[in-house]
C-alpha cells in the first residue's frame, strides 16, 4: 500500500491504528491523518522509524503533537515534498523546523498556517535548506518580519505562491525583495531554459497592513501571474484599505485588455 486517506471530521484514530499501519506499511508514501485531535508523539515516532518512503505527509489539525517528535519525524523522513502542519501550533517550532531545513531538502509544499510561535529563525532555516520549495503559506504566523521574505525571495527561486495572511510585520521591504527576485529568475531562466512563467502565482497580504500601493504595485508589474481582478485573485489584498490603487495589467489598461483577449470581455 502507497496512499491511505485517514482524515476525520469526528477524530476517532488512535495511536495503536497508526502505529499499526507504520508496522505493516514499510511502502507508504502518502498518509493524510488531518483532524486527528487523539494521536500523540507516540504516532509521529512509528511513522518516523517504519515508513521513511512517505512523500507527502498531512497532519494539519493535529495539535497534540509536540515539536520534538516533529523534528525527529522530518530527521529520518527525508524524501518529503508535501507537508501540511496548519494548525499544529505545538509542534511547529523554531527547532522543527530547522530540522525540516537541515533533513527535508526536497520539500516544494509546505503549509505552517497558524503556527503562530515560529519566527524568522525558522523561516530562513527552511529558505537555506529546501531550494525547491514552490508553495509556503505562513497565514498567521504572526511574529515572522520582513528577513523571512528576503531569505525566501533570495534562496528559493522556484517560489509561485506565498501565503502572508495577517503577518503584520511584513513591511515595503519584503515587497520590493519579491519584485527584485524575478530579475534573479530572468537571469537564471536564461541560464536552465525556463520561460518567464516563473514566478509568484499566487500571493496573500491580506491584513498587512504596513503595506503601501508602490510597494505592493512593484510586485504585481514584476509578476504577470499575479491579478487583482475579479474572478482571478491571484494577489490577494482585501482588507488592505490602503492598497485599493493597486491594480493588475487587465485592471489598469482595460482597453488593452480587451483587444487582447476579446472572449473575456463582458
Ligand atoms: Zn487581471
Known amino acids: 500500500m502507497q496512499t491511505l486517506i485517514l482524515r476525520q471530521d469526528k477524530p476517532q484514530l488512535e495511536d495503536n491504528a497508526v502505529e499499526a499501519v507504520s508496522k505493516f506499511c514499510p511502502d507508504l508514501q502518502v498518509l ?8 500523540t508523539d507516540r504516532s509521529l515516532y512509528a511513522i518516523a522509524l517504519g515508513c521513511c518512503d512517505l512523500i507527502k505527509l498531512n497532519i ?33 517550532s523554531d527547532t522543527a523546523l530547522q530540522a525540516i531545513g537541515h533533513y527535508c531538502n526536497e520539500l516544494q ?8 510561535q515560529i519566527s524568522d529563525v525558522g523561516v ?19 511574529l515572522i ?34 519584485a527584485q527576485s524575478k530579475v534573479k529568475n530572468k537571469m537564471w531562466g536564461s541560464v536552465n531554459g525556463e520561460n518567464d512563467e516563473d514566478g509568484l502565482r499566487t500571493l496573500n497580504i491580506s491584513q498587512c497592513t504596513s503595506l503601501t500601493p508602490s510597494a505592493v504595485q512593484a510586485v504585481c508589474d514584476s509578476f504577470p501571474a499575479l491579478h487583482t481582478c475579479s474572478g482571478r485573485h491571484s494577489l490577494i489584498i482585501s482588507g488592505c484599505l490602503n492598497l485599493t490603487s493597486v491594480h493588475c495589467a487587465c485592471c489598469a489598461r ?10 473575456s470581455a463582458h
Do not use: Q
Request: hydrophobic residues 40%; glycine residues 6%; contains cysteine.
Open 60 to 92: 494539519s489539525g493535529c495539535s497534540a503533537f509536540s515539536d520534538k517528535a516533529l523534528a525527529y519525524l522530518a530527521s529520518l523522513c527525508r524524501k518529503l515534498k508535501v507537508l501540511n502542519l496548519c494548525g499544529c501550533v505545538k509542534a511547529v
Open 124 to 142: 530562513m532555516s527552511l529558505a537555506y535548506g529546501c531550494p525547491d520549495l514552490r508553495t509556503l503559506d505562513l497565514c498567521g504566523c504572526v
Open 145 to 178: 518580519t520582513d528577513e523571512s521574505v528576503i531569505a525566501l525571495a533570495n534562496r528559493c527561486p522556484h517560489l509561485r505562491s506565498l501565503g502572508l495572511y495577517y503577518c503584520k510585520n511584513i513591511t515595503d521591504r519584503a515587497m520590493y525583495s519579491l
Open 32 to 39: 493524510d491523518l488531518t483532524k486527528s485531535f487523539k494521536l
Open 109 to 116: 509544499f509546505l503549509n505552517l498556517g497558524w503556527c503562530e
Open 254 to 263: 482595460p482597453h488593452r485588455a480587451i483587444n487582447a483577449f476579446p472572449h
